[in-house]
């Protein structure tokens, strides 16, 4: 049984389909995120990283397609049986979303008292020992998010995101708009958080840096599909001219980068 | 060429619109009759709506009050003046001016404050990492302030009320030289159980779409700060048309033969 449990894949998405209007983001895509693995998803801005995420989360309904967590189909799901799926998740929003009526160590303690209704005494606890994992002192728990640094901030989104050990964690562009040693410090808060918690991790950057420092496996997305897949070591032998153009951060190659305005 | 198409495609906005509306509506309100509660939100908007509240309302309602006794004493005889405008007030007072000038002043202060809250919410992806968190927003963010809007908006309306009179009564003795005791008799005489149940009536509602409004605005909402500030006109000039025009429903409901 538990054999061919870790056959199942924790996240497959099959044949993902979803437009804005006629903006098509997602088509046909495809990815599997097997058990303890952490895979990143690279690819340009605008490409439809976050869409995936959100999809996947079940912020954003997709048009076709089908999307399984533990070999169970989610898509369209009734709130309250979501609800519970979304238990097994922990998200790193790529601009934080702190709740800025709250403050830190309730933010991060949210998921607990709110979820899972532990109370507040005992949720304040455990959100401080979270808050020490990613560097962060006491103090910073009684602050407001609107008093936080950029790197606080992340650092506190991670703290959120592990706070309930989530089975899946998935971090929208960690790295980006911190500086090169703050994102590397961030790389390997990630690194540890998710060995510690045995997760499973599904990242999303164009940070080529972050990704071979996070990933097991890299899988590129461009025009609404996967067009690369394969290990982390084996990207710079991959001989896909996108993948090349894109980890060297070319202006020429097969990528055009629509600068028109839509 | 074709008149008609542009006004078909307007009236399907609206249809569509009505439709997401009302579906809004539903479902916010089904949360607020479902456990869990959350008593320490609800407190707080009840705090919001209800008390920081009560200057605006006064303040209007007084000078409405007021405005009212000068106005009706201009076209008056002295001699029936002073039974008449007690009554002209008390019935103005509880029957529209404080409900209606308490909701569209709370529509200003709390639809606009909701509408921005909210929007900003959805706008920096809060709502989304409410709903990761295993949080409904509907139950969240919605439920505490249409109970809040529902049950604060009548409370405010009956201090209103008094404040009103109250108004009326600073006009007829100091100003226009009545006495004190006949204006209270003949106000009391006046108080009309179908006047006041009416004009609570229309509080409750006028609260519960100013607070649908605020929020619905502000869940919607899209783009940065500019769709915020949409967001936040959007649902002050809505509620505001739509408290004037269920005032007349209400209103028909109640005296319309
Ligand atoms: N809620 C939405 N409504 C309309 N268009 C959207 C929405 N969310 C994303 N898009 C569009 O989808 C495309 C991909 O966006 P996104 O996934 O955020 O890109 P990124 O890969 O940078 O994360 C963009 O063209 C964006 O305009
Ligand atoms: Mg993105």
Known sequence: MSARKSDIP?????NLHKRFGRNVVLDGLNLDVGSAESVVVIGGSGSGKSVLLKCILGLIEPEDGSIEIDGRPVIGLPPAEREIINRKFGMLFQA??????LRVWENVAFGLIQGESMDRAQAKEIATAKLAAVGLSEAVGELWPAELSGG???RVGLARAIATEPEIIFFDEPTTGLDPIMADVINDLIVKCVRELGATALSITHDMASARKIADRIAMLYKGTI?????????????????????HGRAEGPIRMEVRAR | MNVLQPIGRAFRGFLEATGRLT???VVSVSHCVRPPVYPRLIGRQLVDIGYYSLPVVGLTTLFSGMVLALQSYAGLDR??????????????????LSPVLSGLMVAGRIGAAMAAE???MRVTEQIDALTTLSTNPHKYLIAPRLIAGLTMLPLLVLVGDVIGVFGGYLVSVYKLGFN??????FTWENVDAIDLTSGLVKAACFGFIVALLGCYNGYHSRGGAQGVGAATTNAVVSASILILVSNYLITEMFFGK
Request: zero cysteines; hydrophobic letters at 50%.
């Open chain 1, 10 to 14: 924790k996240i497959r998405v099959r």
């Open chain 2, 23 to 25: 579906l809004f509506a």
């Open chain 1, 152 to 154: 606080m901030k992340k």
């Open chain 2, 118 to 120: 909210i929007g900003t």
């Open chain 2, 79 to 96: 001699a029936v003046a002073e039974s008449v405008i007690p009554r002209i007030v008390v019935q103005s007072i509880t029957r529209e």
């Open chain 1, 227 to 247: 067009i690369w897949n394969g290990a982390t070591d084996e990207i710079d032998r991959s001989e896909n001219e996108f993948v090349d153009q894109f980890i």
């Open chain 1, 96 to 101: 934080g979303a702190l709740f800025d009526s």
């Open chain 2, 180 to 185: 004190p005791a006949i204006f209270l008799k």
